[in-house]
């Protein structure tokens, strides 16, 4: 994506993404880049490695794998 992404609630991702800004509110199976911020609510669930300069993991989300922090561009 060129900016931003929203996986909305009801959503079920099956790829890497790589974009700016990223909220996850559904599913997400894959890698998450996000150079500036990827966010995951309490009713979102990634299972791969995310890279981010911020990274916010609400109590409630459900995250499997490896974070790295960057520093933003």
């Known amino acids: 994506a060129a900016s931003d992404l929203l996986i909305d609630t009801d959503a079920i ?3 890497d993404i790589s974009t700016d800004r990223v909220l996850v509110r559904g599913k997400v199976t894959g890698n998450v880049t996000g150079r500036q911020l990827v966010y995951v609510t309490s009713t979102g669930s990634v299972k ?3 890279t981010s ?3 916010v993991l609400e109590p409630g989300s459900m995250f499997t794998g490896k974070c790295t922090m ?3 561009e």
């Open 13 to 15: 991702v099956n790829a």
């Open 48 to 50: 791969g490695d995310i």
């Open 53 to 55: 300069a911020q990274v």
């Open 70 to 72: 960057s520093q933003s």
